[in-house]
């Protein structure tokens, strides 16, 4: 059974720190791994992909991949309460396969005024 | 451009009663999802189609049917509800899966 794991949270940060978001998965052939947002009562909105080994930043957001610990995480610089949401990390297995997008259950993250 | 629209918003029904929920993408998406999301149990995938004309189960797909009508529309229909089918349905599509999925904003789903 592939596994994508996250920290239920709530992450709480003051504002203007660094959030650090983390996701572990089980499937070592992953390729692809992605972050979603959805605030509450809304739909999962896509924020930051990654496919390669490092860090990869866009804007106040910074996508970090670690294949050889299977380890994802996003980083939040300069955190803002309208960061406050929900945080999901996904991840898609292995090329060849047929396999779909696994979901962690996510975290939530509060950043206070 | 629209994205994904599903309908209706928001549904309330009774026991045994059944229902289509209608999902249309106009970005020219191949594969198409439906999803259930509950409390602490995160995303669960209930049917998907690969392509047009093709259709598979997911992780729950117990209860559920679903038709995918053309390349823009899938639906999913709850037979005979139940109150554990009590849920935030989402429909997402995507025109390969290693861009990510496209959600729509989402059916609230309440069966008393």
């Known amino acids: 059974q592939k596994e994508v794991e996250q920290n239920s949270g709530p992450l709480s940060v003051p504002e203007g720190a660094i959030a650090s978001l983390n996701c572990t998965y089980s499937?070592?052939?992953?390729?692809?791994f992605f972050w979603y947002r959805q605030y509450s009562g809304k739909s999962p909105e896509l924020i930051m992909f990654?496919?390669?080994?490092g860090d990869k930043e866009d804007g106040r957001f910074t996508a970090q991949l670690n294949k050889a610990s299977q380890y994802v995480s996003l980083l939040i610089r300069d955190s803002q309460p309208s960061d406050s949401a929900t945080y999901l990390c996904?991840?898609?297995?292995?090329?060849?396969?047929?396999?779909?997008?696994?979901f962690g259950k996510g975290t939530k993250l509060s950043v206070k005024p | 451009n629209a994205g994904v629209t599903q309908t209706p918003k928001f549904q309330v029904l009774k026991t045994g009663q059944s229902m289509t929920l209608q999902c249309a993408q106009d970005?020219?998406?191949?594969?198409m999802y439906w999803y259930r999301q509950d409390p602490g149990m995160g995303l669960r995938l209930i049917y998907y189609?690969?392509?047009?004309?093709?259709?598979d189960k997911g992780e729950v797909p117990n209860g559920y049917n679903v038709s995918r009508l053309n390349k823009r529309e899938f639906s999913l229909r709850l037979e005979s509800a139940a109150p554990s089918q009590t849920s935030v349905y989402f429909c997402?599509?995507?025109?390969?899966?290693?861009?990510?999925?496209?959600f729509g904003s989402g059916t609230r789903l309440t069966v008393v």
């Open positions: 997402a599509s995507t025109v390969d899966r290693g861009y990510g999925y496209t």
């Open positions: 499937d070592r052939g992953s390729q692809s």
């Open positions: 990654i496919y390669s080994n």
């Open positions: 996904a991840v898609l297995p292995q090329r060849g396969s047929q396999g779909n997008l696994i």
């Open positions: 970005m020219n998406h191949n594969s």
């Open positions: 189609s690969a392509s047009e004309g093709t259709t």
